[in-house]
């Protein structure tokens, strides 16, 4: 068995002190360790490193970060599909769900074939210039169209299936994924979805009309947007990893992906305990 480590970059030394006691256990396992190479020397200088991509052989990824790190881990997997496992060392992170000592129990569980897998749905999102896609990208949470500089409201014409449905005029818009639901969308008011729920989530940011409501779509659903005038520094961002300008005359079209995230499943917590300890749900 071989398990990829990705870790987030500036914790203490503690932290890095834990998770080389970590790579030591699995040794011992006999688990072969790979590391990202950017933070073997921190971690253990020891390790087998990897650049850009995690290897096709791999048969887990453990993340230690926050959800950022969890969505650039998600980035090194590209269309692979290897389970991933998140480990809190962050902040707020409901992607990353497990904390440091679960994670020997749910590595045996991994290693033992007992461990409980959910699927993700993700998001394809291309922009077409004069009918040629020039950017196609994967996206776990969501993709993010708005003006690239400074908050300023932007037109955006928007179809569903080809349909017409409005043209929102907003700081920009935000198309998640249910994994998504609880991220930039949730803090732009949109709705909190179960995350193995596959939906398409469209929600305006900070819409210049009022009545333009987030709204949840079929996963089949396959959402065209385009600018309405031409307008400088609008660009798309996607899982917050990457950004590419959209120009008047492009079309940007989102739909499910062909390819879903697999995570392994925290044994100690729901998910909706997890959005009580996140969210601090009643708490006074």
Same mark, same amino acid.
């Given at each position: 068995m071989k398990i990829a480590l990705v870790v987030k970059s500036k914790k203490s030394d503690e932290i890095y002190q834990e998770i080389k006691r970590f790579t030591e256990y699995l040794d011992k396992r006999g688990i072969t360790v790979v590391i990202e190479d950017s933070m073997?020397?921190?971690?253990?200088?020891?390790?087998?490193?990897?650049?850009? *991509?995690?290897?096709?052989?791999?048969?887990?990824?453990?993340?230690?970060?926050?959800?950022?790190?969890?969505l650039w881990a998600i980035r090194l997997i590209g269309d692979k599909n290897i389970p991933l496992i998140g480990v809190n060392i962050g902040g707020l992170g409901f992607l990353t769900e497990i904390t440091m000592d679960e994670l020997y129990t749910v590595t045996d569980l991994v290693i033992s074939g007992k461990a409980t897998y959910e699927k993700r749905m993700r998001l394809n999102a291309r922009i077409f210039e004069d009918d040629t896609s020039i950017m196609s990208y994967d996206v776990?949470?969501?993709? =993010? @169209?708005? !003006?690239?500089?400074?908050?300023?409201?932007?037109?955006? &014409?928007? *179809?569903?299936?080809?349909?017409?449905?409005?043209?929102? &005029?907003?700081?920009?818009?935000? @198309? *998640?994924? *249910?994994?998504?639901?609880?991220?930039?969308?949730?803090?732009?008011?949109?709705? @909190? =979805?179960?995350?193995?729920?596959d939906t398409i989530i469209l929600t305006p940011i900070s819409p210049h009309t009022l009545t333009n409501r987030p709204i949840v779509l079929s996963p089949e659903a396959i959402v065209e947007i385009e600018l309405e005038k031409d307008? &400088?520094?609008? =660009? @798309?961002?996607?899982?917050?990893?990457?950004?590419?300008?959209? !120009?008047?005359?492009? &079309? =940007?079209?989102i739909s499910k992906s062909s390819h879903y995230t697999t995570v392994i499943k925290s044994p100690f917590r729901s998910y909706f305990q997890i959005l009580r300890e996140k969210l601090k749900w009643g708490e006074r």
């Open positions: 073997a020397d921190t971690v253990n200088p020891s390790l087998v490193r990897f650049k850009n *991509s995690v290897p096709g052989d791999t048969d887990t990824v453990v993340v230690f970060g926050g959800d950022g790190t969890f776990l949470n969501d993709a =993010v @169209i708005s !003006k690239g500089t400074i908050a300023r409201m932007v037109s955006l &014409k928007t *179809s569903v299936d080809h349909n017409y449905l409005t043209t929102y &005029k907003a700081d920009g818009l935000i @198309i *998640s994924t *249910s994994t998504g639901s609880t991220a930039y969308s949730m803090a732009s008011g949109g709705p @909190i =979805v179960h995350p193995t729920t307008e &400088k520094d609008v =660009v @798309i961002t996607c899982d917050g990893q990457v950004s590419m300008p959209v !120009k008047k005359g492009n &079309k =940007v079209l």
